[in-house]
């Protein structure tokens, strides 16, 4: 094997773990960014949105669009739970928590009641390519491009629009933005559904790669939990960069332990980067910028 | 014998709720109960009750770490896992011969602890804090609960002992007493119900000397207030790690009652579920008192395993139900809750004097 398939075969595997890590974090990331609670059912939204995405496609409606009612779903069911639960404990993060977690079990179970142990997937689309003596599939490659499509959207999100400014200047300061006149309520439950938004996109484009069972979510939790825990509070300066390094670790162990030793090199590497820098990356960039 | 009447005293202090003849002869009377019970009960349903009692030890752990001492630990379970793991191990290789089950025990908890010492060290001295000690415990037990479901294989074994991944270990021996003419086998019957009730007797009251000790007081301070306590002087990160410790060996205790109660351990008794249930009891009934998580996590269990006999499938969903309501309507415990219901109409004449008003 040439050098040249070696290291698209290691670019390969970096940019996939790389999109899974940016899109099963990002939603946490955004509603942990913004109020400082992390959202446990947030692996509840993933398979809300993956299973949306399935069924719409069984019912006929072609993939990139069920992906999308997947996500709105999912932004719908967090509106909810934000209006419903979440709301009432801003002034307790830790409760929310546990809540959230309580919307888990609930989610998680009644999935299984409502829809049984399992639903029929839809097949991974576009096939795939060859680099050398491997075959890749292209649909991996979407993946990473949607992810740095979802991270440029955010960016766009926060800097450049009104609902942007209106987000910003309710993290830096809560109450001076309500004395501003910002509704901070209502940007509290946006953000909130924008983050269960993007779980369920994250369920709906992962859909068609994995099997659909109610536990689903914490395929995805544990890596969402690391790249949020390393990259601190701030989705661009945090997540991204956490993603990017946390990618290499999980693509290196992977490719020579295994699926499993990716996960335990994941979760050695948070340990140690929470002991070296323990409000994260985002926590160290602004603190050198400050 | 002066040393020992302060040591005794310290049963009762402003960190725990009952003091005075009242709340002893209540206590007396619920312990005389509960040895009588199995006397008014057959031995199947007193080898049940012991079920519930393995479960207490880790939501007392639990109360210690989240209710005291304010430190969110969502991997509880870990320590059931790794405690209940190793118990097999050891008994499994060692046999149960000459009362090596309870140094099986002993060992297993000390596993747990070990486990939970380096852990934390590497949480605490970090200066993990509130969210994200929850979140890293939790993807702890996570991923121990993926690793121990991989290790199917032949050459996942530790001496004669398969992990048999997700399926589980089962078929090692139950705790044995050694005994004058014959060992004492405890399966789940009476005998094992007096052993864990007098282990559990000794744990609560413990843990009430603990938390009205100094160690207790400095604990509460760093919940209240950790900068506060810190420059009051106190290393808090060795006091959370403590905590941190004690809470992982009390889960570790259940995980091997756990396991010598059924003969059966299993990756998904860790996973996030599982994780859940210890939150649910220690929330639900009052995480910030030892007695209420007691008699919260008892009467919680015992709902659980009626639901469980009409509906296996919605038990959980009623649990994750009461936990959501629990936080949003009474944060302090349903118990405490319904106690200041009841003595709303006295306290309003006694002008607002309740003890232990959380």
């Given at each position: 094997m040439d050098v040249g398939t070696l290291a698209?075969?290691?670019?390969?595997?970096?940019?996939?773990?790389?999109?899974?890590?940016?899109?099963?974090?990002?939603?946490?990331?955004?509603?942990?960014?913004?109020?400082?609670?992390?959202?446990?059912?947030?692996?509840?939204?993933?398979?809300?949105?993956?299973y949306v995405t399935v069924s719409?496609?069984?019912?006929?409606?072609?993939?990139?669009?069920?992906?999308?009612?997947?996500?709105?779903?999912?932004?719908?069911?967090?509106a909810l739970v934000e209006i419903v639960v979440v709301r009432h404990l801003y002034d307790r993060p830790l409760d929310t928590i546990v809540a959230t977690w309580g919307l888990s079990l609930i989610g998680t179970q009644g999935t299984l009641i409502l829809l049984g142990s399992t639903m029929a997937g839809v097949g991974t689309p576009f096939g795939s390519f060859q680099v050398g003596a491997y075959s890749y599939s292209l649909y991996r490659l979407v993946l990473f491009v949607m992810a740095i499509v979802v991270l440029?959207?955010?960016?766009?999100?926060?800097?450049?629009?009104?609902?942007?400014?209106?987000?910003?200047?309710?993290?830096?300061?809560?109450?001076?933005?309500?004395?501003l006149g910002v509704d901070t309520r209502r940007v509290y439950s946006l953000t909130f559904a924008l983050g269960a938004g993007l779980a369920g996109l994250a369920g709906g484009l992962y859909a068609p790669t994995m099997t659909l069972v109610p536990t689903m979510g914490t395929t995805f939790i544990m890596e969402a939990f690391v790249t949020v825990v390393v990259g601190g509070a701030d989705v661009f300066l945090g997540t991204a960069p956490a993603a990017a390094l946390l990618a290499v670790v999980k693509a290196t162990m992977t490719s020579w332990y295994g699926q499993l030793f990716g996960q335990i090199g994941l979760l050695v590497a948070v340990i140690v980067v929470i002991r070296v820098l323990p409000r994260g990356i985002s926590g160290f960039l602004l603190r050198e910028r400050a | 014998m002066n040393a020992l009447t302060r040591f005794l005293r310290r049963l009762e202090g402003p960190q725990t709720l009952g003091r005075g003849p009242l709340f002893w002869a209540g206590f007396l009377v619920t312990l005389a109960a509960a040895c009588a019970y199995p006397l008014f009960s057959d031995g199947y349903t007193v080898g049940n009750t012991v079920y519930f009692f393995t479960w207490i030890f880790m939501a007392l752990g639990l109360c210690l770490i989240w209710g005291y001492g304010g430190s969110l630990s969502f991997g509880q379970t870990a320590?059931?896992?790794?405690?209940?793991?190793?118990?097999?191990?050891?008994t499994i290789n060692f046999g149960a011969a000459y009362g090596f089950t309870f140094v099986a025990l002993l060992f297993a908890v000390a596993v747990a602890a070990l486990f939970a010492a380096l852990l934390g060290y590497f949480l605490f001295f970090g200066r993990i804090s509130g969210v994200f000690l929850g979140i890293v415990t939790l993807s702890v037990t996570l991923v121990l609960e993926r690793f121990m479901a991989q290790t199917a294989g032949p050459e996942w074994r530790i001496g004669s002992a398969?992990?048999?991944?997700?399926?589980?270990?089962?078929?090692?021996?139950?705790?044995?007493?050694?005994?004058?003419?014959?060992?004492?086998?405890?399966?789940?019957?009476?005998?094992?119900?007096?052993?864990?009730?007098?282990?559990?007797?000794?744990?609560?009251?413990?843990?009430?000397?603990?938390?009205?000790?100094?160690?207790?007081?400095?604990?509460?301070?760093?919940?209240?207030?950790?900068?506060?306590?810190?420059?009051?002087?106190?290393?808090?990160?060795?006091?959370?790690?403590?905590?941190?410790?004690?809470?992982?060996?009390?889960?570790?205790?259940?995980?091997?009652?756990?396991?010598?109660?059924?003969?059966?351990?299993?990756?998904?008794?860790?996973?996030?579920?599982?994780?859940?249930?210890?939150?649910?009891?220690?929330?639900?009934?009052?995480?910030?008192?030892?007695?209420?998580?007691?008699?919260?996590?008892?009467?919680?269990?015992?709902?659980?395993?009626?639901?469980?006999?009409?509906?296996?499938?919605?038990?959980?969903?009623?649990?994750?139900?009461?936990?959501?309501?629990?936080?949003?309507?009474?944060?302090?415990?349903?118990?405490?809750?319904?106690?200041?219901?009841?003595?709303?109409?006295?306290?309003?004449?006694?002008?607002?004097?309740?003890?232990?008003?959380?």
């Open positions: 698209f075969s290691a670019l390969y595997q970096f940019g996939d773990a790389f999109a899974f890590l940016v899109l099963s974090a990002c939603g946490l990331a955004v509603i942990f960014g913004m109020m400082g609670v992390i959202n446990l059912a947030h692996g509840e939204f993933i398979m809300c949105g993956a719409a496609a069984h019912a006929g409606l072609p993939l990139p669009l069920a992906i999308v009612l997947g996500a709105l779903v999912a932004g719908m069911v967090g440029a959207g955010l960016y766009a999100l926060f800097n450049w629009t009104r609902f942007g400014v209106m987000a910003r200047a309710t993290i830096q300061v809560p109450h001076m933005a309500a004395a | 320590f059931f896992g790794i405690a209940g793991y190793s118990y097999g191990i050891l398969r992990l048999n991944g997700f399926n589980g270990m089962s078929n090692m021996p139950p705790l044995t007493l050694p005994w004058p003419g014959g060992d004492i086998v405890l399966f789940p019957d009476v005998e094992l119900y007096y052993v864990v009730l007098a282990m559990l007797v000794v744990v609560y009251l413990g843990l009430r000397i603990l938390v009205n000790s100094p160690f207790g007081n400095v604990l509460v301070a760093i919940r209240e207030n950790p900068e506060r306590a810190e420059m009051l002087g106190y290393d808090i990160r060795k006091y959370q790690l403590g905590t941190f410790v004690i809470g992982a060996a009390l889960a570790g205790l259940s995980g091997v009652l756990y396991t010598s109660w059924g003969q059966y351990i299993t990756p998904s008794s860790m996973g996030m579920t599982a994780a859940a249930l210890p939150i649910v009891w220690v929330a639900v009934g009052g995480r910030s008192d030892l007695t209420t998580t007691l008699i919260g996590t008892v009467t919680v269990l015992a709902v659980f395993q009626a639901l469980t006999i009409h509906g296996s499938q919605y038990a959980l969903v009623v649990m994750g139900v009461m936990l959501v309501l629990t936080v949003l309507l009474a944060p302090s415990g349903l118990i405490l809750a319904l106690a200041k219901l009841v003595a709303r109409p006295f306290t309003k004449r006694a002008n607002n004097n309740l003890p232990g008003d959380a």
